[in-house]
């Protein structure tokens, strides 16, 4: 991640600040990596061609990012500051129309791989709304927007109802990664291993979502009479 750490992080010896900003920004572009293979495999089988498959993985990589950052004033957008990133979202579009058949053959692929985008996208999120100076509430709710906005856009680009809004656990996961970073942070502890706990908690929630089916009660409409 391209953007200041925050005044804890400039006041850190220099070899320990590059050791961080480079483990945050590979966290970032492995997030990027996954959310842009869930994005291009629903673009295959929705039977897009090769530019509709990059354009599916690059909004569903880097829309909630550019959402958080426009908020925080993080300008211009680290996914638009740093080539690598859209670099990755297309490097991961590619794979995703080349290689399709492979990636098909693992379960639930989209679910899978937006889950694990969801749990990074979520810590990172929060982390990086809390270095610049958010209420660790807001940080928590820009975590969770930085996690879901990718697969909104996504969704929507297909016509298909966005998956946070439907019944499985989404923005419930993100929100619980968030917290255990904004927490960890009003306590004084170290960010790493609340980063690495937040997103475990995260996928594991939706993981579990997606076997077993847990979500959260649904509006029954009421019966014609």
Known sequence: MTSTRGAAILCAPVPATVAVATVVLLFDLMGTFVFALSGGTLAVRHRLDLFGVLVLSCAAAVSGGLARDVLI????????ADWRYLATAIVAGLVTFYRHEAIERMRNPVQVFDGAGLALFAVLGTDKALAFGLSPFAATLLGMLSGIGGGI????LVVRTPVVLQAELYAVAALAGGSVVALAYMAGLPMAPAM???AVLCFGLRFMA?????????ARPPESE
């Open 153 to 156: 856009v996504r969704d929507l």
């Open 210 to 218: 997606i076997r077993y089916g847990w979500h959260l009660p649904v």
């Open 73 to 80: 004033d993080a300008t211009p957008p680290a996914a638009l």
């Open 196 to 198: 690495v706990l937040g």
